[in-house]
């Protein structure tokens, strides 16, 4: 794979290479409009998203950081993008443009003021894994095999130049207003910038590890500080399989329930018992060891759920307070899901809209066991999801609703669902996270 010498840092450089992708996307459109004369407009909108998509992910990769994170987050939402989009966003997990080893070498001696060979026995020179925000390395020292996790240059100081840059497109994209729009975008860009410092994920790494070792057929590595600062983590090397792998490859039931049921325990368990909730479930963050065990690797996006989100946002997935009328409308306000100064037609409109989301969403709390294999579930929630994308009746409507703390939370259980589906899990038990403490 092709490796990278250096990295568009300046906002000068980053526009430009933003602008360049933009001229690409526009010259597809053109061939969309001239193979509509020629081919059919189904086959035409396919070519279409194939193109965009290709010369969208190739502009990104080389951008890396919340450009490229943005891409990993969009991979996850099966049910709203075009599958072109999904399948070559889905390569912003791992499979990205490596740094060169150079530059490797280069950012060693800016931290440490050593070359890698000389804090380790042995130092891979390529990397393993190349990702938005960092890539892996394999090492050694002392007998031990250690993943070394690299952030790119210049990641942090260009989160908010991106973030501004995206806005105006994520505005038009999904009907977003001015007015009390900046909150989502800050929520988005805290979480970023924590995302690029790695000692608080080596701090929120240790606090996840000690709180949920000890539930079942789930692992974590140990993490070494005196190899890590703010931009260089060093860990155990863990052996297993990326997630997305072994869901590909799996035939054994058994091993699906296994791995399911600790995934869903392990979030479950955060949810409810921490009040803190790894945010960013995609299959890169996890592997499954020959055994079947799950391995937890990457702490970087946590999101912390105040209390009075938790409790209206939980309230609603009981079908019985969902169906009370009175209580609903009090949740829904209590939530911003509903505006003091929405009209009748509003609260009427978006309320139904909620209901029916909500009514879906929370469809696996209302039994003992869950089977997320289940195919007419999946198809219910990207059918929804089509129907509101399709509705006219957004058009002109604020819909920016919602308290900030939805952006993460939802994220959270689109990844898990879509995960859990992944896997094949067939025999959930929904609150089994409850027998641990």
């Known amino acids: ?18 602008i360049s992708t933009g001229a690409k996307v526009g010259v597809n459109y053109l061939k969309y409009y001239g193979e509509k004369i020629t081919k059919s407009e189904e086959e035409a909108k396919v070519n279409l998203n194939n193109n965009n998509a290709t010369d969208i992910y190739d502009g990104l990769k080389e951008l890396k950081g919340s450009a490229l994170k943005v891409a990993q987050m969009l991979s996850m939402e099966k049910n709203i993008l075009p599958a072109a989009y999904v399948e070559k966003f889905s390569l912003s997990q791992f499979q990205v443009p490596p740094l060169s080893a150079p530059l490797v070498t280069k950012i060693f001696k800016n931290y440490f003021g050593k070359r890698p060979s000389e804090l380790f026995d042995h130092f891979e020179p390529d990397s393993t894994n190349a990702a938005s925000i960092g890539q892996v390395h394999k090492a050694m020292k002392d007998g031990k095999e250690l993943a070394v996790k690299i952030q790119y240059p210049g990641v942090s100081d260009s989160i908010s130049s991106d973030l501004a840059m995206v806005k105006p497109i994520a505005m038009k994209m999904f009907n977003i207003k001015g007015k009390n729009s900046d909150q989502y975008f800050k929520e988005v860009e805290d979480k970023l910038l924590e995302e690029t410092d790695y000692n608080l ?28 600062n703010d931009r260089i983590i060093t860990m155990d090397w863990m052996h297993g399989k990326h997630l997305s792998t072994f869901c590909a490859e799996n035939k054994n039931p058994y091993l699906a329930n296994q791995v399911g049921q ?28 020959e055994e079947g065990t799950l391995i937890a690797i990457d702490f970087g996006c946590m999101k912390s759920i105040p209390e009075d989100f938790y409790i209206p946002y939980f309230e609603l997935s009981v079908r019985e307070n969902l ?88 994220r959270t259980f689109f990844g898990l669902y879509n995960l859990m589906h992944d896997l094949q899990s067939e025999n959930i038990i929904i609150n089994n996270y409850k027998n641990f403490q």
């Open 1 to 18: 794979m092709k490796t990278l010498d250096k990295i568009p840092t300046s906002k000068i450089q980053r526009a430009s290479k933003l």
């Open 262 to 289: 600790a995934l869903w325990d392990f979030y479950m368990f955060q949810i409810h018992k921490l009040r803190k909730v790894h945010a960013d479930p995609h299959p890169g963050n996890f592997l499954v060891s």
């Open 323 to 410: 169906d009370n009328k009175e209580f609903l409308d009090a949740k829904l306000l209590e939530l911003e899901i509903i505006r003091l100064d929405d009209s009748e037609d509003e609260k009427q409109f978006f309320t139904e809209i909620f209901y029916e989301l909500l009514y879906l969403f929370t469809t696996p709390f209302q039994e003992e066991n869950f089977d997320f294999s289940d195919g007419k579930f999946f198809e219910a929630i990207a059918d929804l999801g089509q129907k509101y994308a399709k509705n006219t009746q957004m058009k002109g409507r604020n819909a920016n609703r919602g308290s900030r703390h939805f952006i993460y939370m939802n």
């Open 201 to 228: 994920e080596i701090t929120q790494s240790l606090e996840i590890r000690q709180s949920c070792e000890n539930l079942p057929n789930l692992a974590f590595p140990n993490y070494y500080p005196e190899f890590s």
